[in-house]
């Protein structure tokens, strides 16, 4: 299975016949690879609702069809935009779709969408994710802070693939990022996202990768690693 990394947190994969996409924000990303007409899913799943990471999901669930998987304030809130299929989880659930298992975990963040009017709708925690397909294991750790959970959640799900952040600012920088690895989650092959989108989240991922004890790849939007 390939999984696609497309700029900023979002990722792409299709298993069991299912295209699945992660955090589609591609309008606005100024390293996405993608455009919004081109993207085919049968699932969109979100880690949280910040602009970064919801992104398109209107327009290509509009367009597809495609089940949102998100949190059910996340969900509430797309409902209101005119997106009517969704499937609703929280932290610790887990559930078997046509595709593969997810399950949603912690993630130490913010989760609100800020409207062009100016407000802000709350949308719930802000979760990571674990994939379990085909036998292999992906942790897409969302937007997150270093917390010392993530040793239990990969000691519960032993991990193959980790897409972890590394911008600083917003979330964990290199120094967290790299300790997060090496050791809490210890995953066989770490690919670093949510870096250099931006000016404020500007950071060299070969620094990360010579502070890893493992396997780092660093892919470029549009390349893909396979499990």
Known sequence: MD???????CISFEANGKKVIVDPFITGNPLSDLSVEQVEADFIVLTHGHGD???DTVAIAKRTGATVIAL???LDYLSTKGVET?????IGGNRQ???GQVKFVQAFHSNSFTEESGRIIYLGMPCGLIFTIDGKVI????????FSDMKLIAERHPVD???IPIGDNFTMGIDDASYAVNTFIKPSVTVPVHYNTFDLIKQDPEEFKSKVDGRVEIIKPGEAITL
């Open 3 to 9: 999984v696609r990394f497309h700029g900023q947190s």
């Open 53 to 55: 990471h919801l992104g």
């Open 72 to 74: 059910p304030e996340t």
């Open 86 to 90: 969704g499937h609703p989880m929280n």
């Open 97 to 99: 779709f046509d595709f």
């Open 139 to 146: 942790y897409h750790t969302g937007d997150t802070g270093l």
């Open 161 to 163: 693939l980790c897409f």
